[in-house]
């Protein structure tokens, strides 16, 4: 739906209330509605909400990305929120590629005539496997925490969203972009998720779990959402 110049995702839920978000990195707008609002009355909605949409949108697209990484020696990588400096190190084309990683230096051994696609990849592994294993432990923390049994969880590169979570499946996805991001983020969202285990939208029950089970769970996600780079450095 487009509301005087401005392109808005309509998501219609069995929800009571309308919410309305800007999410980056580029300012894509969102409103989650009742399943019987009609058309005029969330045109109405949104226009009366246009001048907060555009300051967002605006704050979001101003703020600094990441350059596309080139995986030669020098440039930072981030995992979890550490910043490493690559070092890249040329090996014979029988050489076993690898990464060995320690203090604030990230080593990438690779083969004589690797691309940077190639070094990208490799580094990318890396950094999916390590948040692999963080979510394991957090979620292993929290569902003993709320004393549930653990969904099924996975990895998967998504535009838009840090998780999604399907309660008829209780199956949670994780945006492979997280392997960047500051362990208390991660955390973040795996609450997040787990709790729409318990309430689909975003409404005052939502929150109010959240709140009970991270106090300062929006600091988090302004510090997660502010968190602006293209999907692993490129």
């Given at each position: 739906?487009?509301?005087?110049?401005?392109?808005?995702?309509?998501?219609?839920?069995?929800?009571?209330?309308?919410?309305?978000?800007?999410?980056?990195?580029?300012?894509?707008?969102?409103?989650?509605?009742?399943?019987?609002?009609?058309?005029?009355?969330?045109?109405?909605?949104?226009?009366?909400?246009?001048?907060?949409v555009?300051r967002?949108?605006?704050?979001?697209?101003?703020?600094?990305?990441?350059?596309?990484?080139?995986?030669?020696?020098?440039?930072?990588?981030?995992?979890?929120?550490?910043?490493?400096?690559?070092?890249?190190?040329?090996?014979?084309?029988?050489?076993?590629?690898?990464?060995?990683?320690?203090?604030?230096?990230?080593?990438?051994?690779?083969?004589e005539?690797?691309?940077?696609?190639?070094?990208?990849?490799?580094?990318?592994?890396?950094?999916?496997?390590?948040?692999?294993l963080?979510?394991?432990r957090?979620?292993?923390k929290w569902?003993?925490?709320?004393?549930?049994?653990?969904?099924?969880?996975?990895?998967?590169?998504?535009?838009?969203?840090?998780?999604?979570?399907?309660?008829?499946?209780?199956?949670?996805?994780?945006?492979?972009?997280?392997a960047?991001v500051?362990?208390?983020?991660?955390e973040?969202?795996?609450?997040?998720?787990?709790?729409?285990?318990?309430?689909?939208?975003?409404?005052?029950?939502?929150?109010k779990?959240?709140?009970?089970?991270?106090?300062?769970?929006?600091?988090?996600?302004?510090?997660?959402?502010?968190?602006?780079?293209?999907?692993?450095g490129?």
């Open positions: 739906m487009k509301v005087l110049g401005v392109e808005v995702e309509v998501e219609r839920k069995p929800i009571k209330n309308t919410h309305l978000s800007v999410y980056p990195p580029n300012g894509r707008v969102h409103i989650s509605v009742p399943e019987g609002l009609s058309d005029k009355d969330i045109r109405s909605f949104i226009v009366s909400h246009l001048a907060w555009r967002e949108v605006k704050r979001i697209r101003s703020q600094p990305r990441q350059t596309r990484r080139e995986y030669v020696s020098g440039e930072s990588i981030y995992c979890l929120g550490k910043r490493y400096r690559l070092s890249i190190t040329v090996e014979d084309k029988g050489a076993v590629e690898r990464i060995a990683w320690g203090g604030t230096t990230l080593r990438l051994f690779v083969r005539g690797s691309s940077r696609d190639h070094r990208g990849r490799i580094v990318e592994s890396w950094q999916k496997e390590m948040l692999k963080e979510l394991e957090l979620m292993g569902c003993a925490e709320l004393k549930i049994e653990e969904p099924s969880w996975r990895l998967q590169r998504m535009k838009s969203r840090w998780g999604s979570c399907n309660r008829t499946k209780r199956a949670i996805i994780f945006n492979t972009a997280l960047r500051p362990s208390r983020c991660v973040y969202v795996v609450v997040h998720e787990l709790t729409h285990l318990d309430v689909a939208n975003h409404g005052a029950e939502f929150q779990l959240m709140s009970t089970r991270l106090v300062h769970h929006a600091a988090l996600r302004r510090e997660l959402n502010d968190f602006i780079a293209l999907p692993y490129r």
